[in-house]
């Protein structure tokens, strides 16, 4: 009786600190794990995010580069952090095609994380080196089909968007090439400029900047429709590849046990983000879409995560693509 008194006692203290430690938080800096290496887009989104976040918060928001293996790296580590709210993920369309591509996953996106929402969607482009010997897409999809044992094409990893859109390219046009993996498009990007690699399917978080100052040729984006800032590029369904569509949608997630306190913080901290000047304006520079903010919402995130799953799922299983 004694003993499980104690019990209850000692059971009842631990869950009054955890529920005072969440109602005081964020009492200091959190977090933001990037899956990726610094410099790129998925990086990107994360500095414009952690700013604007930085201020419903009322704490720094710092982010900490943790890539490799196409992003299942960095979701290891948040999905092992502390459920404190301290430890923070942000990942895109690679928590949905991840469980596909990985016989040995070492976490479930769906039941291994709190859900806490859809931030924003990027376009991708197919982009390659500023001496590629082709006009425009039509050109490319021919250059790339006659000289496909030569070509290199660049990725973050398996699991990546850019390894994604890749799969999708040679499985549209017929064409296997050699992939280059790095631990993130920053890195990819660096090697694309030095002329080491021949294309690569980017965000345009990473690319329009490059675009922009001619360091390399675009050929067409991977949206439905034309992107209005690079809107000279034509979509891969206008330049013949027909239901050729990928958006690169990201999200935030803590690690599952999060006191809801501190999760319904970062739902308001990401809702307020996602209405501030200053990341918007950032985002649309860069082609990206924030969602509107009734979208960004566990609720929400969470049902998006399990359709893009299902239908990545099946899209990998027919290309038969695997890794151990
Ligand atoms: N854009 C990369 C990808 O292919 C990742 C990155 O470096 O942000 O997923």
């Given at each position: 009786m004694i003993k499980g008194l104690r019990l209850l006692a000692a059971t009842g203290i631990a869950l009054a600190a955890t529920l005072a430690a969440a109602q005081g938080y964020p009492a200091k800096p959190v977090t933001v794990v990037v899956p990726f290496t610094a410099g790129g887009p998925t990086d990107t989104v994360a500095r414009s995010l952690g700013q604007a976040m930085s201020k419903p918060l009322g704490q720094t928001v710092v982010v900490e580069n943790v890539g490799g293996a196409g992003g299942t790296v960095g979701a290891t580590r948040v999905k092992n952090a502390a459920p404190d709210g301290y430890t923070i993920l942000l990942h895109h369309i690679g928590m949905s095609t991840a469980p596909g591509l990985y016989?040995?996953?070492?976490?479930?996106p769906q039941t291994d994380f709190e859900m806490i929402g859809l931030i924003v969607d990027v376009p991708m482009t197919m982009i390659a080196r500023s001496?590629?010997?082709?006009?425009?897409f039509r050109e490319f999809v021919s250059y790339v089909k006659a000289n496909k044992e030569k070509l290199n094409l660049a990725n973050a990893?398996?699991?990546a968007a850019s390894h994604l859109c890749g799969l999708m390219f040679q499985s549209a046009i017929e064409a296997n090439v050699t992939t280059v993996p790095f631990k993130g498009t920053a890195d990819a990007m660096n090697a694309l400029l030095g002329k080491q690699v021949d294309f690569m399917c980017d965000q345009t978080t990473n690319t329009t900047g490059q675009i922009k100052a001619n360091a390399v040729k675009a050929y067409a984006v991977t949206s439905a429709m034309r992107v209005p800032t690079l809107p000279d590029l034509p979509t891969m369904q206008e330049g013949?590849?027909?239901?050729f569509e990928v958006g690169i949608w990201h999200a935030v997630y803590a690690p599952k046990g999060t006191p809801k306190a501190a999760v319904d913080k970062l739902v308001g901290a990401i809702q307020e983000a996602s209405k501030d000047a200053d990341f918007r304006r950032r985002m649309s520079e860069l082609g990206a879409t924030v969602y509107p903010v009734e979208q960004i919402t566990p609720a929400a995130l969470a049902s998006h995560l399990k359709s893009e799953t299902e239908k990545w799922g099946s899209v990998i299983k027919k290309a038969g693509v695997y890794a151990d």
């Open positions: 016989r040995k996953l070492a976490y479930n001496d590629f010997p082709a006009k425009d990893g398996l699991g013949g590849l027909k239901g």
